[in-house]
């Protein structure tokens, strides 16, 4: 499975930001997909994931309410709308795949990871 993500950039504080993910190669259906980010000197950290439905979701607190994750079976592609974007928020975001419907933080649980897409919140 290949991942690639796109849509990062330079935003305002307070601003918004759509992030996506197409997932191409050979999937196994159910699949879970999610989004971690890592800023400079930390540890990556969970975002969000979906199930293959799309109709169970899971964020992390640092983001609920801000960010929505979705997914577009058809495409194969998922999707992160950042709302209300924060300074903290500036990290690299990549996109990760693993087997089955279960939803998962941690990063040890995905096989599939993308090369990842910066998002600079700054004034």
């Known amino acids: 499975v290949q991942l690639q993500a796109s849509g990062g950039g330079l935003v305002q504080p307070g601003g918004s930001l759509k992030l996506s993910c197409a997932a191409s190669?050979?999937?196994?259906?159910?699949?879970?997909m999610g989004w971690f980010r890592q800023a400079p000197g930390k540890e990556r950290e969970f975002v969000a994931a979906?199930?293959?439905?799309?109709?169970?979701?899971y964020s992390g607190d640092s983001v609920e309410g801000r960010f929505t994750i979705s997914r577009n079976n058809a495409w194969s592609t998922m999707y992160l709308q950042m709302t209300s974007l924060k300074p903290e928020d500036t990290a690299v975001y990549f996109c990760?795949?693993?087997?089955?419907?279960?939803?998962?933080?941690?990063?040890?649980?995905?096989?599939?990871w993308g090369q990842g897409t910066l998002v600079t919140v700054s004034s």
């Open positions: 990760a795949y693993k087997e089955g419907s279960f939803l998962t933080s941690s990063t040890r649980t995905y096989t599939a």
């Open positions: 190669g050979r999937t196994v259906n159910p699949y879970t």
């Open positions: 979906i199930n293959g439905g799309g109709y169970s979701k």
